[in-house]
């Protein structure tokens, strides 16, 4: 429903009909059988940012879910296959040691409902509005009422206090793309590029494995999914909005209680998924 309203959006701005907000509130409007339904449906948790990190749990094996996420909060704390719908990380600098194949990510783009369109529908080089030759003079901040309500981070944009705007990350004219200082385009699925022109300190610690988080084999050598920069930080707002304070945080929650009779989970190292 929500991708709907965001495509909804998408279409009427593109076509500069300035009605699209309220077309996308009525789009969103008729939850209650939607929600009847979606009870029935497996649950859907995240893994590390909520609302962009989404999993859907289904079973692998008989009894053998892809994730167990926890009942109170929806985080996913358990995998049945760390692998699952991850691809080689590509090139990174200071990582070339790594066997092939034994770095692993989840791509980004996919869970980016206005990618697809950002280079094609609306920045494509042609149209009237937000295209070469009209692209902005400099990199200032500037308001922009059409993307903010696409995307509402955006209206109230907090990344680097004022210091940093869109084109300081996104490709000026590759708008599918991200930017390294070169100006040279860089896949959203490799955000670590971009976040480490920056902040090179965090990339090192990424790299060394003190920031961030990696699952699968825990030997040095072993085959690990790693978690990109952007799969826990939002891009747009890691500030939290009025609290300035650095980062969107969590709840913490007690360690999970074993089942009545049940000894310990030693269950749970038994692996039955072949790589
Ligand atoms: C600090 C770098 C940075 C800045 C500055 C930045 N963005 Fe982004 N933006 C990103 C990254 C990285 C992503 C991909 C996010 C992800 O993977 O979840 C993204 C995603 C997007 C998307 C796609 C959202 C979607 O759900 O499909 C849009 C649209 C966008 N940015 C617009 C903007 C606009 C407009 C500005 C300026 C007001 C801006 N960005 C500023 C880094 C940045
Ligand atoms: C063009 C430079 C630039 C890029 C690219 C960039 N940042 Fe930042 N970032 C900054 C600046 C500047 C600040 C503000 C630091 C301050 O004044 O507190 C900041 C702040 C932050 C903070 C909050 C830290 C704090 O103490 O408030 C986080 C978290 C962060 N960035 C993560 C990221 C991630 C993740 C990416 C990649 C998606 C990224 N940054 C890309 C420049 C950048
Ligand atoms: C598994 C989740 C995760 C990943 C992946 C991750 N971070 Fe972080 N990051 C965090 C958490 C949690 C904090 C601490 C927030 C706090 O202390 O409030 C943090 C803090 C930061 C800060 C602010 C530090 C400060 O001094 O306040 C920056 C900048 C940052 N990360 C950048 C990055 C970059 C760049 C990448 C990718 C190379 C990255 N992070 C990958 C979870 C992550």
Redesign the pocket.
């Known amino acids: 429903m929500k991708k709907l309203a965001i495509y909804t959006v998408i279409l009427a701005f593109c076509g500069s009909a300035f009605y699209a907000v309220s077309a996308a509130e009525q789009a969103a409007a008729p939850a209650e059988p939607a929600k009847q339904e979606a009870a029935k449906e497996p649950p859907v948790c995240f893994e590390s940012r909520k609302g962009a990190s989404e999993v859907t749990q289904r079973e692998i094996k008989p009894g053998w879910p892809n994730v167990k996420c926890s009942p109170t909060t929806g985080a996913a704390l358990w995998y049945g296959d760390p692998y699952e719908g991850t691809v080689p990380m590509g090139k990174m600098p200071g990582l070339e040691k790594i066997p092939e194949g034994h770095a692993l990510i989840k791509p980004r783009s996919e869970k980016l409902a206005l990618m697809p369109m950002c280079g094609t529908a609306c920045h494509n080089g042609v149209g009237p509005q937000f295209n070469p030759p009209k692209l902005p003079k400099d990199k200032r901040p500037t308001p922009i009422p059409t993307m903010g309500a696409m995307v509402p981070d955006l209206a109230n944009f907090q990344?680097?206090?004022g210091?940093?705007w869109c084109l300081?990350?996104h490709h000026t004219t590759k708008r599918n793309m991200?930017v390294d200082h070169f100006g040279d385009p860089v896949s959203f699925d490799q955000?670590?590029l971009?976040?480490?022109?920056?902040?090179g300190d965090?990339l090192r610690d990424w790299r060394d494995g003190i920031h961030g988080k990696r699952i699968g084999e825990f030997v040095s050598s072993g085959k690990k999914r790693w978690f990109t920069?952007?799969e826990?930080?939002?891009?747009h707002n890691?500030?939290d909005g009025e609290r300035?304070?650095?980062?969107v945080q969590l709840q913490p929650e007690p360690s999970p209680q074993l089942p009545k009779g049940m000894k310990d989970a030693k269950h749970e190292k038994l692996h039955p998924i072949p790589h």
């Open positions: 990344h680097g206090r210091r940093i300081d990350c991200l955000p670590q971009l976040c480490g022109k920056c902040h965090k920069c952007t826990c930080h939002n891009p890691v500030q300035n304070r650095g980062f």
